[in-house]
């Protein structure tokens, strides 16, 4: 999954089980066999599911995961058995007592309205889509509130699907299509994946959708609404090379019969893993002319990275979720090194570190931890970046040329099974014959990491570190006076080790090509040449990055200008250039042939004073600029600078990719014009242009309020709250929060229980902020 991480931290208490808590396991799910129906309107679902298993022990009912559905009838062998409801568990009596020696067939036939799990988005919201659509989201464990099945990762079964949809929609599932069938007025959309799965992957979605196919073997599509085509090809027209490139990568070829990527409105998340069919967020669409700016190779990278790392080898409960999310977020950096070459894989790997440590800044639990309230909460820079950036340093100790075969043995060992930590890593020691104990504990165990101090003691230079104390194999790089380096080996252990032989005049690099996902700070008294020097020296993009900000600091504007000077790469000059305050140089780079350097470059125009120059020079930009996210960045300076407000009224009057111009003129009335702000964005509720513009509306109204005397915004906030939407839903209860009324309390505590665990969490933030009003 790749999450909007920022959701987190709305976050409030709950009590749902631990993996801890998790009742024992019964039975081994064998197979799911499902079909659904569901009415658009009313978004109520009629459902029928054959869960076939295998008794562990001896056995005289059986339970599955089923929250908030009617349930009908549950029957065994054709015949009618009692069954009982019990919290989120349906019990369901056997005949007669089974044991491992048979296998188990339990039809159960089911109704509901559900909260969650499955979504009904009409086409007012769907944007840019003019129509709508129906789909699941699983996990981490919201499949039970559409499909009674065993609803925890840690059982794979196959699965089939039938999916009755309305004629002119597709319906798209996991595995492969067995055909399409009419059923009076409707069609009948049959898949079958028979390879395990864990039951939070099992998924449709369904809708007037066009699928584009790109390759044959294994099948690769996409599926995007009628008119969108375009956008879809710019999106995910490469996926089957990078479907080619995957399987060479780790020594395993893509294990099923085809892969496709649906896109979806209103999505809670930025894309979801479901097996062979990924389904996207519709915001990832967009028109070739704002790429580099706008992309989508990161999230179908993910996306596709987890169909081997998260499907085919899955974590079997939420504390070892990096197996996962850590795994998809590390091997889409290589395609980045494959595709565009190894200085952005160094800087793609810098960010990466940089949120594995920021996981740490405020937090002390390690990347394995059971003490979780609700599984969402695993979904953080521990998991994600945090994996990853370990997985980086785990393939440098031992080298790629034995890493990767490692993998394709490790995929092979545990492929359509679970494993966690202890599991990968025993693996991975037996394939390359290392020990990996100090390496696992230290990193997956230990909640910090590492923070390096090199000083100077008595005329040697140390390297110190607090508690708890790292063993870190590293480099470091020895700098003479007359500009020669040397690398030597250098082992980090306990409180404080020596690096000999280092003259009085020589500087120290540590850790050179930056390999390890640790702050390092430099107590030795570097001059500004000094600093200049090491930037020079060090060997990638990765190490530069990682000295940015002393190297800036110690040096003068025009010694920064210089630097940029001598920057030729256009990713990392593109993260300098906001850095370098001068008025010239950043004109001058107004005109790179690089856009993501035009764009570092008009955003911090915007913020120097007001000159004739720039004015004239963004203003240039905003009329022939062709890339909408440029003009729009262009625009802001323009309207920061000089607070134009003929530049605003084009800005609202402006269509664009993603009505990012409207967005953009919203937020600066909301933020400077409350009246005009306030006016504007209750125009938007009534008759709103556009669903992002309508999030940013009620986002703004939570600030902006209702003078003496009127309830309009208030009003309006209420309504959006109590509607069947996402994102729109979670904004109006944080606006209501936000707004102070108490009386919004009655609307928002039975949100509370909501299935769905974002309205549950906002409405439980919302409703502790009011009541402490
Ligand atoms: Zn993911």
Do not use: C
Not at 322 to 340: D, Q
Not at 511 to 532: H, I
Not at 546 to 563: G, H, I, K, Q
């Amino acid at each position: 999954m790749n999450g909007r991480l920022a959701i987190l931290a709305l976050l409030g208490l709950s009590s749902f089980a631990t993996a801890d808590q998790r009742p024992e396991r019964i039975y081994d799910l064998l197979d799911v066999n499902w079909q659904i129906s569901f009415d658009e309107p009313s978004g109520t679902i009629s459902g029928d599911v054959t869960n076939t298993l295998r008794p562990l022990k001896s056995i005289e009912e059986v339970w599955f995961d089923s929250a908030k559905l009617r349930i009908q009838e549950t029957l065994i062998d054709g015949k009618a058995m009692p069954f009982r409801l019990e919290g989120e568990r349906l019990f369901v009596r056997l005949p007669k007592p089974a044991d491992s020696s048979r296998t188990v067939k339990v039809r159960i036939r089911y109704s509901g309205q559900p909260e969650a799990g499955v979504y009904f988005v009409p086409a007012q919201r769907a944007f840019p889509a003019t129509t709508s659509m129906v789909y699941t989201q699983g996990e981490m464990e919201d499949t039970r509130y559409w499909l009674p099945t065993y609803d925890y990762p840690d059982d794979k079964a196959t699965t089939e699907g039938r999916i009755e949809v309305p004629k002119g929609y597709r319906a798209l599932s996991n595995g492969r299509l067995i055909g399409q069938k009419a059923k009076d007025d409707r069609e009948v959309w049959h898949w079958r994946l028979d390879k395990p799965h864990s039951t939070y992957l099992i998924s449709f979605v369904a809708g007037p959708y066009t699928e584009v196919v790109t390759a044959k073997k294994p099948k690769v599509s996409y599926w995007v609404p009628k008119g969108l085509e375009e956008q879809g090809q710019v999106s995910f027209g490469n996926t089957h090379e990078m479907v080619d490139f995957f399987g060479k990568l780790v020594r395993y070829p893509y294990p099923f019969a085809k892969y496709s990527q649906s896109t979806v409105a209103d999505f809670m998340f930025g894309g979801m893993e479901n097996t062979t069919a990924t389904t996207q967020t519709i915001t990832t669409l967009h028109p070739k002319h704002v790429e580099p700016l706008a992309s989508s190779t990161g999230l179908v990278a993910h996306e596709l990275a987890h169909q081997w790392f998260g499907d085919t080898v899955t974590t079997p409960n939420w504390a070892h979720i990096w197996i996962n999310e850590g795994w998809a977020s590390f091997l889409p950096a290589f395609w980045t090194r494959e595709k565009v070459g190894d200085e952005a894989f160094h800087i793609e790997r810098f960010d990466i570190f940089s949120g594995g440590l920021a996981a740490h800044q405020n937090s002390t639990r390690p990347v394995v931890w059971t003490g979780y309230r609700e599984p969402m909460e695993m979904f953080n820079n521990f998991a994600y970046p945090g994996g990853a950036s370990r997985m980086f340093m785990l393939m440098h100790q031992i080298g790629e040329a034995k890493f990767w075969p490692a993998v394709g043995n490790y995929l092979r060992e545990y492929q359509f099974k679970n494993v966690d930590t202890e599991g990968f890593f025993a693996s991975m020691s037996r394939s390359t014959g290392r020990d990996l104990e100090t390496f696992r504990r230290q990193w997956f165990y230990t909640p910090a990491a590492p923070r390096l101090t090199v000083k100077r003691i008595d005329g040697q230079v140390v390297v110190e570190q607090p508690e708890p104390h790292f063993d870190l194999p590293l480099e470091v790089m020895v700098v003479s006076a007359d500009g020669r380096t040397e690398t030597r080996p250098h082992r980090v252990q306990g409180a404080r080790t020596a690096i000999p032989d280092v003259q009085a005049t020589d500087l120290v690099l540590v850790d050179p090509e930056a390999w390890t996902m640790m702050t390092v700070t430099y107590d030795l008294g570097y001059r500004r040449t000094d600093w200049r020097r090491l930037f020079d020296v060090a060997p990638n993009a990765a190490q530069k990055l990682r000295l940015l900000d002393p190297v800036m600091a110690a040096l003068s504007r025009t010694e920064r200008v210089e630097l940029a000077q001598s920057v030729t790469s256009p990713r990392l000059l593109a993260r300098i250039v906001p850095r370098v305050p001068s008025r010239e140089f950043l004109l001058e780079m107004t005109r790179h042939g690089d856009a993501t350097v035009r764009q570092a470059a008009v955003g911090a125009l915007g913020g120097l004073s007001r000159t004739a120059d720039v004015e004239t020079r963004l203003m240039e930009i905003v009329d022939n600029e062709p890339n909408d996210i440029l003009r729009r960045d262009t625009m802001r300076s323009l309207i920061r600078m000089t607070g134009n407000p003929q530049l605003l009224e084009r800005a609202w009057s402006t269509n664009g990719y993603a009505d990012i111009f409207r967005v953009l003129a919203i937020e600066h009335w909301a933020e400077r014009d409350p009246e005009k702000g306030r006016t504007v964005a209750l125009d938007v509720l009534e008759n709103p242009p556009s669903e992002p513009v309508r999030v940013f509306a009620i986002r703004a109204l939570g600030r902006l309020k209702d003078p003496a005397g009127d309830r309009r915004a208030y009003d309006a906030l209420i309504r959006v709250a109590q509607e069947r939407s996402f994102g729109a839903r979670t904004a109006a209860i944080n606006a209501l929060a936000q707004y102070g009324d108490k009386s919004a309390i009655s609307v928002l505590q039975p949100l509370s229980t909501h299935s769905l665990s974002f309205i549950r969490n906002a409405a439980k933030s919302a409703v502790e902020r009011l009541q402490k009003k």
